[in-house]
């Protein structure tokens, strides 16, 4: 799907004071002190018009969020929705995950969401998918001792590639799922992205949770 491109995303993504975080290598280590508190940091890779992550901090209040995108146009439209909340636990920045050990410290962040990541179907782009090893890598080092990684995904083969490489790596996996809107009676807690409530019908969500060992 192409991407439009909005005019002056990025200086209207400034002037969002409260939400947007304009200079996220400034914070690395440091991030406890943006949201003013001790909770647990949560963030989400690629996090779309930002339904998901909205609801979770909604639902979460002792929870910090951060909510990261690589295209300012897409992360406007996470701040325009913000921008109607009344929510202190919820930041957004543009942060390209391949450097993201750039901005978050050692043990820094508690979980990372991967929700329906492009699956880059081609062997030659194995290396771009967001479970390989190269980012698997920098995911053990900003998560904490108990650190998570819940991903979703509707599409086969990067669940397959990622089962596979989350094992080559050394996670631990857990609460796999092949069919997750048939198997909501064990997760009552689904939130669900734009892309699944549009997807969900046309054929199976897989998700997994993945813990460092």
């Not at 410290?105 to 990372?112: P, S």
């Not at 069919?179 to 734009?194: C, G, M």
Request: charged letters at 30%; proline letters at 3%; hydrophobic letters at 35%.
């Amino acid at each position: 799907m192409r991407l439009r491109k909005i005019k002056n995303a990025l200086e209207k993504l400034q002037s969002d004071k409260k939400h947007f975080i304009d200079n996220p290598t400034e914070n690395k280590g440091n991030w406890k002190n943006i949201f003013g508190n001790d909770n647990p940091i949560h963030i989400e890779i690629g996090c779309g018009k930002g339904q998901f992550i909205i609801e979770l901090a909604r639902r979460n209040p002792n929870i910090n969020y951060i909510a990261i995108e690589k295209f300012d146009s897409v992360l406007l439209r996470v701040s325009e929705k913000l921008l109607e909340e009344d929510l202190n636990n919820i930041k957004i920045s543009i942060i390209d995950a391949i450097k993201i050990s750039e901005y978050f410290d050692k043990g820094e962040v508690d979980r990372i969401y991967l929700n329906f990541s492009d699956p880059w179907p081609k062997t030659a782009h194995a290396k771009r998918r967001l479970t390989s090893s190269q980012f698997l890598n920098q995911y053990k080092e900003i998560l904490s001792d108990a650190g998570e990684l819940h991903q979703k995904t509707d599409n086969r083969g990067l669940f397959e590639f990622s089962l596979e490489s989350f094992n080559e790596n050394g996670w631990r996996i857990n609460h796999v799922s092949l069919d997750l809107h048939k198997d909501l009676e064990k997760y009552p807690f689904n939130i669900t992205t734009e892309f699944e409530d549009k997807w969900s019908k046309l054929g199976p969500i897989y998700r997994l949770e993945a813990l460092k060992k």
